[in-house]
């Protein structure tokens, strides 16, 4: 028996084999993300089961904005959404809706955009009227996190 073949041949079945299973766990990773990882716009009428309900379960971010987004800071909240999928939970409130200024008011947020996470019935109030990075939104996490006994 030729070694030098059995070993090839078992060489690309393995390399086959690792590939798909390296496919698979890229695409449940992917369809996660797509369930978990976004922005979800959020008002008065669906603040309770989105806010309320879960902020048990994950701490939520939320991002206050007045109207169009700044394309800098959406894409910011989008990527901490997408690299805090399954940790952290994201909405955002419109502030140009009459009815969501009084989310601004509970949460301290004076000028837009603005951030404060809610978790296990605390808050930790973050920034306003500064575009935040990606960092300043990491660090806002850590320490509602953090706050937790």
Do not use: C
Not at 1 to 23: D, E, Q, R, S, T
Not at 91 to 116: C, K, M, Q, T, Y
Not at 126 to 145: F, M, P, V
């Amino acid at each position: 028996m030729n070694w030098n073949v059995v070993l090839k041949f078992a060489l690309v079945l393995a390399l086959i084999g690792g590939g798909a299973a390296g496919y698979h766990f890229y695409r449940q990773d992917q369809e996660f993300r797509q369930l978990h990882g976004r922005v979800t716009p959020v008002n008065v009428l669906n603040w309770v089961p989105e806010v309320e309900d879960h902020q048990d379960d994950l701490p939520i971010l939320l991002y206050f904005h007045a109207g169009a987004q700044t394309p800098e800071q959406r894409d910011i909240v989008n990527r901490f959404a997408w690299n805090n999928a399954g940790k952290a939970k994201v909405v955002s409130i419109d502030l140009e809706r009459a009815e969501n200024l009084l989310f601004a008011i509970r949460f301290g947020v004076l000028r837009h955009p603005g951030f404060a996470i809610v978790y296990k019935h605390s808050d930790v109030r973050g920034y306003n009227g500064t575009i935040s990075s990606l960092e300043d939104l990491q660090r806002l996490l850590h320490k509602a996190l953090s706050k937790q006994p």
